[in-house]
């Protein structure tokens, strides 16, 4: 039962690279989420997918873009890395009508 | 103001203690959920509570509706407790989560 299944879980990008986080999930939930935990703030909602073929921005968009390819996947697009996105980013999925959700292990992005 | 405060941020203990971990927030919500995130590691759901108390071995959870509170206690501590413990409150039915920025706690042995 892998859940929600992150990678990559370490990267070092170059300022103004771009690179794609992957997330995908087995328990064919209906929501999807991304966050960004940065040190001394609580985590931090990027966008989120209410279903297969919606996403809509979260508090701190800027910088991202994102795609639900299907049900199980959810991408997050950094197209021109900035320092200021050196973050953990968690995804995270939760079925339609229920409060419970379930996390990925973070991928630890450092833009230099 | 933060929309949901943890207290307190850091947090020793020595093994076999009793720990409390407060929560308050200061928005209507549908529920309020207790995380664990160790070092290094991904983030797990302990609790999730709209009402009254839940317990689950060592850990007990309990909300305060009215008083806009939630506790998280931990019985007879232990070394592997140790880890980041996040509150998070949700808004509504369709409202996202808004986390608070964690109690850290260190159980020494």
């Known amino acids: 039962n892998a859940g929600v299944t992150q990678t990559p879980k370490f990267q070092v990008l170059k300022t103004g690279q771009s690179m794609t986080l992957q997330c995908a999930q087995d328990m064919n939930h209906n929501s999807m989420y991304w966050y960004r935990q940065d040190p001394g703030m609580g985590l931090r909602l990027i966008y989120y997918?209410?279903?297969?073929?919606?996403?809509d921005k979260g508090e701190v968009p800027n910088g991202y873009n994102v795609s639900r390819l299907n049900k199980r996947e959810f991408s997050l697009r950094l197209e021109s890395a900035a320092p200021s996105q050196t973050s953990v980013y968690f995804c995270a999925s939760r079925e339609g009508g229920s409060y419970s959700y379930t996390f990925g292990s973070g991928t630890r992005l450092t833009v230099v | 103001k933060n929309e949901v405060e943890q207290s307190p941020q850091n947090l020793t203990a020595q093994e076999g203690e009793f720990i409390t971990i407060n929560c308050s927030y200061s928005?209507?919500?549908?529920?309020l959920h207790w995380l664990q995130q160790h070092p290094g590691g991904g983030i797990v759901s302990l609790f999730m509570?709209?009402?009254g108390k839940k317990k689950h071995g060592r850990l007990i959870a309990t909300i305060n509706i009215q008083e806009k509170h939630s506790s998280l206690h931990i019985t007879a501590s232990h070394p592997r407790d140790s880890a980041v413990y996040i509150c998070?409150?949700?808004?509504?039915?369709?409202?996202?989560?808004?986390f608070g920025k964690g109690t850290k706690l260190s159980v020494k042995p």
């Open positions: 928005v209507g919500i549908s529920a």
């Open positions: 997918s209410a279903s297969e073929g919606t996403t």
């Open positions: 998070a409150v949700k808004r509504g039915s369709q409202g996202n989560l808004i």
């Open positions: 509570l709209s009402s």
